[in-house]
């Protein structure tokens, strides 16, 4: 996939209170999601919409825990800035935080705490990265849609409005955590107010696009999955489905430096490189070099 001027935001922001304790001490987004950090998965997706440049929104506390783990980006082909999120402000709030970093770019914006798999995942962010206009955000089928931001449809499955938290849902189609936005996200952030909770909400800035006939809301289909890592057991779930696909396809999930190879960003001795920086009998490291042997590379 070529590359585009694109940047990306991962928000790793929040305190987790819905997984404590395990969270009083560390970030959410740096627990593992099976054999990788939580914050591996949305960094893949990155990768994979074909941008460089991006931004880890994060809480102050955790910022040298993220360099630990991601440096610079350099290794993988990115360029990562950390940016501090004094408070929770909600998701929306993102791009106030990021405004220098976005210098009128267009954006993506991913919640890092959101799984997503699919082999046609790079295709559904190529068609989005083509809008050049507007937004562009992805539908998914749940059966809570009572938790989310919900799309209602008229009778010809027009959108016509999304609805936050909605106590009767119209449809259960959710809005997941992928966002695709042009230039006017952040002026548009800034014309928003603030919702009951105090928060900037992403469904009012979708909303403002809407309104205005510039929001396209692509359907994700069966050949997706969708986890959110919110709860105990979503988290749970979300681990045993990474290791279930990956044992039975021999697929890796979430890696970036395979991700990275796959989409140009490294060349094969960088990613050789890479996978030799993990000791001899390290699972992730002989999961790589099997790719590495069935590819002949």
């Known amino acids: 996939m070529p590359q585009n001027n694109r940047k990306a935001i991962i928000m790793a922001g929040?305190?987790?209170?819905?997984?404590?304790?395990?969270?009083?001490?560390?970030?959410?987004?740096?627990?593992?999601?099976?054999?990788?950090?939580?914050?591996?998965?949305?960094?893949?997706?990155?990768?994979?919409?074909?941008?460089?440049?991006?931004?880890?929104?994060?809480?102050?506390?955790?910022?040298?825990?993220?360099?630990?783990?991601?440096?610079?980006?350099?290794?993988?082909?990115?360029?990562?800035?950390?940016?501090?999120?004094?408070?929770?402000?909600?998701?929306?709030?993102?791009?106030?935080?990021?405004?220098?970093?976005?210098?009128?770019?267009?954006?993506?914006?991913?919640?890092?705490?959101?799984?997503?798999?699919?082999?046609?995942?790079?295709?559904?962010?190529?068609?989005?990265?083509?809008?050049?206009?507007?937004?562009?955000?992805?539908?998914?089928?749940?059966?809570?849609?009572?938790?989310?931001?919900?799309?209602?449809?008229?009778?010809?499955?027009?959108?016509?409005?999304?609805?936050?938290?909605?106590?009767?849902?119209?449809?259960?189609?959710?809005?997941?955590?992928?966002?695709f936005y042009d230039e006017t996200a952040v002026e548009r952030t800034k014309s928003l107010k603030a919702s009951d909770r105090g928060e900037l909400e992403i469904t009012d800035l979708n909303v403002s696009y809407l309104k205005d006939d510039q929001l396209s809301v692509v359907t994700m289909n069966a050949g997706v999955a969708w986890l959110d890592t919110g709860t105990f057991n979503s988290f749970l779930n979300a681990s045993n489905f990474i290791e279930i696909v990956e044992a039975r396809q021999g697929l890796m999930i979430g890696s970036p430096e395979l991700e990275a190879f796959i989409h140009g960003f490294i060349d094969v001795q960088q990613f050789k490189k890479l996978v030799s920086e993990y000791k001899d009998g390290n699972p992730y490291r002989d999961a790589l070099e099997q790719f590495i042997k069935l590819n002949d590379i």
């Open 14 to 179: 929040g305190h987790g209170t819905r997984l404590a304790p395990i969270t009083k001490g560390l970030s959410k987004h740096l627990l593992p999601i099976y054999n990788k950090p939580m914050i591996f998965y949305p960094l893949s997706n990155v990768i994979q919409a074909g941008i460089r440049d991006v931004a880890m929104v994060c809480n102050p506390e955790d910022i040298p825990l993220y360099e630990t783990l991601l440096g610079d980006g350099s290794q993988w082909g990115l360029s990562i800035q950390y940016l501090k999120q004094p408070e929770a402000g909600g998701i929306a709030q993102g791009f106030l935080v990021a405004e220098e970093f976005i210098d009128n770019h267009p954006t993506m914006m991913i919640l890092g705490d959101n799984v997503f798999y699919g082999t046609i995942m790079p295709e559904l962010f190529a068609q989005a990265n083509e809008n050049g206009q507007g937004g562009t955000v992805f539908a998914y089928y749940v059966k809570n849609p009572q938790r989310y931001g919900v799309v209602d449809f008229d009778d010809e499955l027009n959108v016509i409005n999304i609805i936050e938290k909605p106590k009767d849902p119209p449809s259960n189609y959710a809005v997941t955590g992928i966002y």
